[in-house]
């Protein structure tokens, strides 16, 4: 089942706060390029364990997708620790987002 975007009223500072790993996700519920990339997104994320993954709408006045630097809808971005570690804009395949996942998540 697919999880709606929602406005969480998080902040920067709750996010940095975040212990572990964390995908914070950006987009609107309107978005048809959010809506296409929710299969790829679903099937990367079906392979893990142990990961955060947060939906966070995004649009006009709200603060924290322009803390993150967020210009395109889907953005996501993955942090270890309250700090990004690799970002995936508009995800064509979830090939894609397995990379930014190893990339990030990989000890080191």
């Known amino acids: 089942m697919r ?4 406005d969480l ?8 706060a975040l212990p572990g790993p964390t995908l914070l996700e950006f987009g609107t519920n309107w978005c048809g ?8 997104i679903e099937a990367a994320l079906a392979e ?10 995004d649009g006009k006045g709200r603060r924290l997708g322009r803390a993150f ?5 889907p953005t996501l971005v993955l942090l270890r620790d309250g700090q990004e570690v690799a ?13 930014a ?3 990030g998540l990989a000890p080191g």
């Open 3 to 6: 999880t709606a975007y929602q």
């Open 48 to 57: 893990q364990t142990g990961l955060r993954h947060l939906k966070e709408e």
């Open 9 to 16: 009223g998080t902040t920067r500072e709750h996010i940095e």
């Open 101 to 103: 996942l190893l990339q």
């Open 33 to 40: 390029w959010c809506q296409g990339a929710q299969p790829h």
């Open 87 to 99: 970002r995936v804009v508009r995800p064509a395949s979830a090939d894609d987002i397995r990379q």
């Open 69 to 73: 630097g967020v210009k395109l809808w």
